[in-house]
């Protein structure tokens, strides 16, 4: 049998966590998922809730220029600690004979 194009999905760890929120908030929280319910399928309002992070933590533009900015940064650092550098190791050629 053929394996489908997706291929097996990952596994993905679940984290449990304890929210508070103003009442205000959960009224419209509770409205917007009786307005998705209607529109989709039937969910629960706390189940709306880690999409909903995930699409502001994408949508933040200033997080994700700083992130790209840790992430280059993280990258000199990488290249300062690389084997060329002086740190007192021995470097291997890639063909794996162990000559230096």
Known sequence: M???????LPKVGVVRMTLAMPEPLKEELDRYAAEHSRLYEPVDAAALIPHM?????RSDRGYRSRKAQAARGQGRQ?????????NGTTRTDPGGDGSA
Do not use: N, W
């Not at 300062?80 to 002086?86: E, F, L, N």
């Open 78 to 86: 990488r290249e300062a600690r690389s084997p060329g550098a002086t």
């Open 2 to 8: 053929a394996d489908l194009k997706l291929g097996r």
């Open 53 to 57: 992070i995930e699409a502001f933590i």
